[in-house]
């Protein structure tokens, strides 16, 4: 079974910074897709960004950028010049590429954004 | 606009009766899901439907029961079986094909039991 492990239940950064959230995951699938959500305190899950494995460069949307490392199978976001309306718990997930969607979750990350 | 809508945003059950909660997409997605939240955990799937009149147990399906009728709506009802129901559900549905993935989540019912 797909497993995703996020080991840090909390980080701060103040506000500009730059921050990194780690995120491994286990499968021995080879064609899949990896994601991070957003759920800010109104809690209405939002995407932030999306990996497909069988890309070797890493996605990037604006101030979001991962470190997709396929062997390790690590997925960390770095979110760069941070902002105050970042502070959310974030969720990594993880989908195999076959019939079914399946979004496999993390226990989530809590950021807080300080001024 | 398009979206997922959830109903109701709180919901307060005694122990021993059935809630039903509501979902409902005008996105024309043909899957949809419902998954619950606790705190300090990711979500859980508890069923999921690819299709009209066809539904399947998730991870966590117990004390829980679903039909999907129409294509736009797929209400969950938290049974009397259900040992633990207080929690937050999310609703969420998927086109069915590409772009892989990506799940569209409604704003949630925080169900409380007393």
């Known amino acids: 079974a797909q497993t995703v492990t996020q080991s840090q239940p909390e980080m701060s950064v103040q506000e500009a910074e730059t921050v990194t959230l780690s995120c491994t995951y286990d499968?021995?699938?080879?064609?899949?897709?990896l994601f991070w959500y957003k759920q800010p305190p109104s809690r209405q899950m939002i995407l932030v960004i999306r990996?497909?494995?069988?890309?070797?460069q890493n996605a990037t949307e604006n101030r979001f950028s991962v470190n997709f490392q396929k062997a390790a199978k690590s997925f960390s976001l770095k979110i760069s010049d941070s902002q105050l309306g970042d502070t959310a718990m974030y969720f990594c997930a993880f989908i195999m590429n076959t019939g079914f969607q399946k979004l496999v979750f993390g226990t989530g990350t809590r950021l807080l954004v300080s001024p | 606009d398009g979206g997922i809508t959830q109903s109701p945003k709180y919901l307060f059950r005694k122990e021993g009766q059935n809630v039903t909660l509501s979902c409902e997409q005008n996105?024309?997605?043909?899957?949809m899901y419902w998954y619950r939240q606790d705190p300090g955990q990711g979500l859980r799937l508890i069923y999921y439907s690819q299709i009209v009149n066809d539904f399947q147990k998730g991870d966590i399906a117990e004390g829980y029961s679903v039909s999907r009728e129409k294509k736009e709506s797929f209400p969950l009802t938290v049974t009397s079986a259900q040992k633990n129901p207080t929690a937050f559900y999310l609703c969420?549905?998927?086109?069915?094909?590409?772009?892989?993935?990506?799940?569209?989540f409604g704003p949630g019912t925080r169900l409380t039991v007393l």
């Open positions: 990996q497909e494995a069988y890309k070797q």
């Open positions: 996105l024309n997605h043909d899957a």
């Open positions: 499968t021995s699938e080879s064609n899949y897709y």
């Open positions: 969420a549905s998927t086109p069915g094909q590409g772009p892989w993935g990506e799940q569209f």
